[in-house]
């Protein structure tokens, strides 16, 4: 081990010794709720005047593309003038973070009053420049059960989280946008280059669902309900020395510079960026919608300890009423034995289960891969149908995604969408894996539309199909009677079938054996 890892392993472990959180009792944790009065903004008068036209739906429109994401980001916070609200799992610092971040800081500086809330499970190197935010008159950041240890080791915050497993491994998963209180952002991206389909060693297929009318003031209600709960701390609690006045200085220099350059850029990144624009209210497909969301407590309401809302419940009931199909998109598959019953009733009841997930080449995570593979058998003999996407696309056009996607490295499957009877679906943040359901908190929406199902399911034909995917089967040898399972796909415009999984490379292999021999599944 390299003495630097040692040294913060050593760091990391007296530090641990200390209090749950790290705490600065000099700084007072203020109570604060959402702006209230949207319609005293640009944003809250367009889009409350269209709510209203409606009866009490709300306006929604998918975005599939990654940049079309990250461009109504940008737009919404250059619109903005009262607030912004965000609450993140991930918030990194590379092109598409430290534009953001630009963005933010000059929403502050005319005025705007800004929350940000992000998880410290993943946040590392963006750390410096989140937390300098918050000596802004205009911005607030505060941080989700956050460790003791501030460095960089992966290491030592790995010792960390496993000597405190019991509360450290308990992140926050969410993500939400929200401007002015009047136009919101839920779904499966972080902040990071790979969520918005610019990062040239790999992209991430994703989706963010834009939300106006009555289901916002919900969606505000929840972040406020994170926002003020006791698992989180501010910025100025955690690293008092970082949020100073100085500090922002040199951060507004560099963030300055940063932006000019973008807005010089004359690659295709940026000229995209200036090509897309916020979905017109024309766009809008208007609906009921279920806000379903975890308790910032999910683990005493588990425990049962604390009354709450567990996300897994309404997502489960909607599957459970489902007539004739079920088709569920999520990176990581880990169902567990309760989704194993789940499944059992629904062919019991000859609804169709259909699933798209990640190959072990298109995983970002191989423990989670190792953890789907235990539970691959069973879901096959329950009558799920199995999709497994590859790193490379077989289709530009059509595919569901940008068609610029196939040039740049591989792809990865990290929507997260649950399809009922082309009539129903969940957009958000819950994988269906154990880590989701009773580990880390979640936000989606239940969306009572039709048109947004049928248009979704549609791209998950287009995804599943084996151009693009792996349609992972049972095979049965007619004279051993010995079970295997088979891969197929669509090579060169000729049906190809593996016998053995099919992965980028044997290391890559190897090591997805290796960790589906460790009890990890209810981690996953």
Same mark, same amino acid.
């Given at each position: 081990?390299?003495?630097?890892?040692?040294?913060?392993?050593?760091?990391?472990?007296?530090?641990?010794?200390?209090?749950?959180?790290?705490?600065?009792?000099?700084?007072?944790?203020?109570?604060?709720?959402?702006?209230?009065?949207?319609?005293?903004?640009?944003?809250?008068?367009?889009? !409350?005047? @269209?709510? =209203?036209?409606? %009866?009490? +739906?709300?306006?929604?429109?998918?975005?599939?593309? $990654?940049? #079309?994401? &990250? /461009?109504?980001?940008?737009?919404?916070?250059?619109?903005?003038?009262?607030?912004?609200?965000?609450?993140?799992?991930?918030?990194?610092?590379?092109?598409?973070?430290?534009?953001?971040?630009?963005?933010?800081?000059?929403?502050?500086?005319?005025?705007?009053?800004?929350?940000?809330?992000?998880?410290?499970?993943?946040?590392?190197?963006?750390?410096?420049?989140?937390?300098? !935010?918050? @000596?802004? =008159?205009?911005? %607030?950041? +505060?941080?989700?059960?956050?460790?003791?240890?501030? $460095?960089? #080791?992966? &290491? /030592?915050?790995?010792?960390?989280?496993?000597?405190?497993?019991?509360?450290?491994?308990?992140?926050?998963?969410?993500?939400?946008?929200?401007?002015?209180?009047?136009?919101?952002?839920?779904?499966?991206?972080?902040?990071?280059?790979?969520?918005?389909?610019?990062?040239?060693?790999?992209?991430?297929?994703?989706?963010?669902?834009?939300?106006?009318?009555?289901?916002?003031?919900?969606?505000?209600?929840?972040?406020?309900?994170?926002?003020?709960?006791?698992?989180?701390?501010?910025?100025?609690?955690?690293?008092? /020395?970082?949020?100073?006045?100085?500090?922002?200085?040199?951060?507004?220099?560099?963030?300055?510079?940063?932006?000019?350059?973008?807005?010089?850029?004359?690659?295709?990144?940026?000229?995209?960026?200036?090509?897309?624009?916020?979905?017109?209210?024309?766009?809008?497909?208007?609906?009921?919608?279920?806000?379903?969301?975890?308790?910032?407590?999910?683990?005493?309401?588990?425990?049962?300890?604390?009354?709450?809302?567990?996300?897994?419940?309404?997502?489960?009931?909607?599957?459970?009423?489902?007539?004739?199909?079920?088709?569920?998109?999520?990176?990581?598959?880990?169902?567990?034995?309760?989704?194993?019953?789940?499944?059992?009733?629904?062919?019991?009841?000859?609804?169709?289960?259909?699933?798209?997930?990640?190959?072990?080449?298109?995983?970002?995570?191989?423990?989670?891969?190792?953890?789907?593979?235990?539970?691959?058998?069973?879901?096959?003999?329950?009558?799920?149908?199995?999709?497994?996407?590859?790193?490379?696309?077989?289709?530009?056009?059509?595919?569901?995604?940008?068609?610029?996607?196939?040039?740049?490295?591989?792809?990865?499957?990290?929507?997260?969408?649950?399809?009922?009877?082309?009539?129903?679906?969940?957009?958000?943040?819950?994988?269906?894996?154990?880590?989701?359901?009773?580990?880390?908190?979640?936000?989606?929406?239940?969306?009572?539309?039709?048109?947004?199902?049928?248009?979704?399911?549609?791209?998950?034909?287009?995804?599943?199909?084996?151009?693009?995917?792996?349609?992972?089967?049972?095979?049965?040898?007619?004279?051993?009677?010995?079970?295997?399972?088979?891969?197929?796909?669509?090579?060169?415009?000729?049906?190809?079938?593996?016998?053995?999984?099919?992965?980028?490379?044997?290391?890559?292999?190897?090591?997805?054996?290796?960790?589906?021999?460790?009890?990890?599944?209810?981690?996953?």
């Amino acid at each position: 081990m390299r003495k630097t890892n040692f040294i913060a392993l050593m760091l990391a472990a007296a530090l641990t010794a200390c209090s749950a959180l790290p705490t600065n009792t000099n700084v007072a944790k203020t109570y604060s709720t959402a702006f209230e009065h949207p319609e005293q903004t640009r944003l809250g008068r367009l889009y !409350l005047d @269209a709510s =209203r036209k409606h %009866q009490g +739906r709300s306006g929604f429109y998918i975005l599939n593309d $990654g940049l #079309d994401g &990250l /461009a109504a980001r940008l737009q919404l916070i250059d619109q903005a003038q009262a607030s912004l609200d965000l609450q993140y799992y991930i918030f990194r610092q590379d092109r598409s973070g430290r534009l953001l971040t630009a963005h933010l800081l000059a929403a502050a500086e005319r005025g705007v009053k800004i929350r940000i809330l992000v998880d410290d499970g993943a946040t590392v190197d963006g750390d410096e420049q989140l937390l300098t !935010l918050a @000596a802004h =008159r205009n911005i %607030q950041v +505060r941080v989700f059960n956050p460790l003791h240890y501030r $460095g960089h #080791d992966n &290491l /030592a915050r790995v010792m960390e989280i496993s000597t405190h497993k019991s509360y450290l491994d308990y992140r926050m998963h969410n993500k939400l946008f929200v401007a002015d209180s009047a136009v919101a952002l839920v779904g499966g991206r972080n902040i990071g280059d790979e969520y918005f389909q610019i990062d040239p060693q790999g992209q991430f297929g994703d989706d963010d669902v834009i939300s106006i009318g009555p289901v916002v003031k919900k969606l505000t209600e929840k972040f406020d309900w994170f926002w003020n709960s006791d698992h989180v701390l501010p910025a100025q609690n955690i690293e008092p /020395a970082r949020v100073t006045p100085q500090n922002l200085d040199v951060l507004k220099t560099s963030l300055s510079s940063y932006r000019k350059e973008a807005e010089q850029d004359k690659t295709s990144f940026a000229a995209g960026l200036q090509r897309r624009t916020i979905p017109s209210i024309a766009a809008m497909k208007w609906a009921q919608a279920q806000v379903v969301c975890d308790s910032p407590d999910k683990r005493e309401v588990e425990d049962d300890k604390l009354a709450g809302t567990l996300i897994y419940e309404p997502v489960a009931q909607a599957a459970a009423a489902a007539n004739s199909e079920v088709l569920i998109v999520t990176p990581f598959f880990v169902p567990g034995e309760e989704g194993l019953k789940l499944f059992q009733d629904l062919q019991m009841r000859h609804v169709a289960v259909r699933a798209l997930t990640n190959s072990l080449e298109s995983t970002p995570q191989l423990p989670a891969h190792a953890g789907y593979a235990h539970y691959r058998r069973a879901m096959l003999k329950l009558g799920v149908q199995l999709y497994e996407v590859r790193a490379t696309l077989g289709l530009a056009k059509g595919s569901g995604e940008s068609e610029d996607l196939i040039r740049y490295g591989t792809y990865g499957l990290h929507a997260k969408q649950y399809i009922f009877d082309r009539q129903r679906i969940f957009l958000g943040s819950m994988n269906f894996d154990q880590r989701s359901m009773h580990i880390n908190t979640e936000i989606g929406l239940i969306i009572d539309s039709p048109e947004l199902a049928r248009q979704e399911a549609e791209r998950f034909e287009r995804l599943s199909s084996p151009a693009n995917s792996y349609r992972v089967q049972l095979k049965v040898d007619s004279a051993t009677q010995v079970e295997s399972l088979v891969w197929s796909t669509r090579e060169d415009g000729k049906q190809k079938d593996y016998d053995t999984e099919p992965s980028r490379d044997r290391g890559r292999k190897v090591k997805e054996e290796l960790m589906s021999i460790l009890p990890l599944d209810s981690e996953l």
